[in-house]
């Protein structure tokens, strides 16, 4: 089956602790993305890329860091510089960036 | 700068007809997209629209009108699951990513 995965569904991080989110798809999309979303809230973009090796900042990169290796992952790295963390990260692909994006389930990020 | 504005809620009765509007300021235009997300939920895609007109997709239909920039989602016949967020997208430019709008949070009763 093609489809864009995540993992964790739910991810719980200590203070001053790095994590990173999972996003891995299979649909040969060269764009993928980032977003977080608060409760009530829309989306927000944290990071974009557009084809392997390279990645541009979105509205809300601070705090965030990426990288694509690969055409079929774009990992999202938590740092501790992101004093508020708390939300759903959401993780899409298309096959560029003005066509149908496609979202993974979705990560939970709770700080302990 | 680009903006997309949504009702922020709206509510309908089961079995009614609802129209959810988008209106929008891009600094380009390559079409404009509606997804449906239920609370806890990823979005999922359900409409894109490029050129003026109508397009009708069973239950829901979608309108643009690239002079006015205007978009609306028509919902028919409603039912309890159609309860979600509603957010409207919109390409603006060769390379930068779609421009998404905060979502207008659909309560259906009955």
């Known amino acids: 089956d093609g489809g864009i995965t995540q993992s964790p569904k739910y991810l719980f991080r200590k203070e001053g602790q790095n994590v990173t989110l999972s996003c891995e798809q299979n649909?040969?999309?060269?764009?993928m993305y980032w977003y977080r979303q608060d409760p009530g809230q829309g989306l927000r973009l944290i990071y974009y890329s557009q084809i392997v090796n390279d990645f541009q900042k979105g509205d809300i990169a601070e705090g965030y860091s990426v990288s694509r290796e690969k055409k079929e992952s774009f990992p999202l790295t938590v740092t501790s510089a992101q004093k508020n963390p708390t939300a759903f990260y959401l993780c899409?692909?298309?096959?560029?960036?003005?066509?149908?994006?496609?979202f993974g389930p979705g990560t939970r990020l709770l700080v302990l | 700068g680009q903006n997309i504005d949504q009702p922020t809620e709206m509510t309908a009765t089961e079995g009614a007809i609802v129209q959810i509007n988008c209106t929008y300021q891009t600094s380009g235009f390559n079409g404009l997209f509606w997804y449906q997300q239920h609370a806890g939920e990823a979005p999922t895609f359900l409409s894109y629209n490029v050129l003026d007109g109508l397009e009708e997709k069973g239950r829901f239909s979608s309108f643009l009108s690239r002079s006015k920039g205007y978009s609306y989602l028509l919902l028919k016949e409603l039912q309890m699951k159609d309860s979600a967020s509603y957010l409207c997208a919109v390409g603006a430019s060769g390379n930068t990513p779609l421009v998404f709008g905060k979502g207008t949070r659909l309560s259906v009763i009955a």
């Open positions: 899409a692909s298309s096959i560029n960036s003005q066509e149908t994006q496609y």
């Open positions: 649909l040969n999309h060269d764009a």
